[in-house]
């Protein structure tokens, strides 16, 4: 797992994350950040999750139809260190993700070999965004995948 690797260097105790998609990496990410806000689309998955999440992890339902699904990562007071992506509307968080980051900020993007999410990737690298990409197997699943992360930082706008 190169971008776990990758990632675990990185990352600061005093980091603020957004996960958009709840699960085994937000187990991670507390574990190494001072505060994870988790948006989770799936009600199901919120139930197995919410009594295993530790104190620094604010974990938020809200159906991905909602318009709060896509507000939400906007509504902040501060912002983020990371955005995680890895829920539904891909591509529409990833448009709002550069106002809402830091200006040294990350955005990672799970399962970025897909074609459905090329367009709005490319997008970020016509910006200027440095991208790293990380192959390999997956947790949890039977396949691999690329994942990409965007350092934010290096917007030329």
Not at 9 to 22: M, T
Not at 94 to 102: D, E, G, I, L, S
């Amino acid at each position: 797992y190169a971008a776990t690797q990758h990632l675990a260097e990185i990352a600061r105790p005093d980091w603020q994350v957004i996960e958009y998609g709840l699960g085994s990496s937000t187990l991670w990410w507390a574990a190494r950040v001072q505060h994870i806000t988790a948006i989770e689309h799936d009600l199901d998955w919120v139930e197995i999750f919410q009594d295993r999440l530790p104190a620094n992890v604010s974990l938020e339902f809200i159906d991905q139809k909602d318009p709060r699904y896509l507000d939400r990562l906007l509504e902040q007071p501060q912002a983020f260190d990371l955005i995680s992506v890895d829920g539904k509307r891909r591509n529409s968080v990833v448009k709002r993700a550069a106002t809402a980051a830091k200006p040294d900020g990350y955005l990672l993007f799970d399962d970025s070999q897909k074609v459905r999410y090329a367009k709005p990737l490319k997008k970020l690298r016509n910006r200027g965004f440095e991208q790293t990409d990380f192959w390999g197997p997956k947790p949890l699943q039977s396949y691999g995948g690329k994942t990409s992360l965007f350092q934010l930082g290096q917007d030329s706008d």
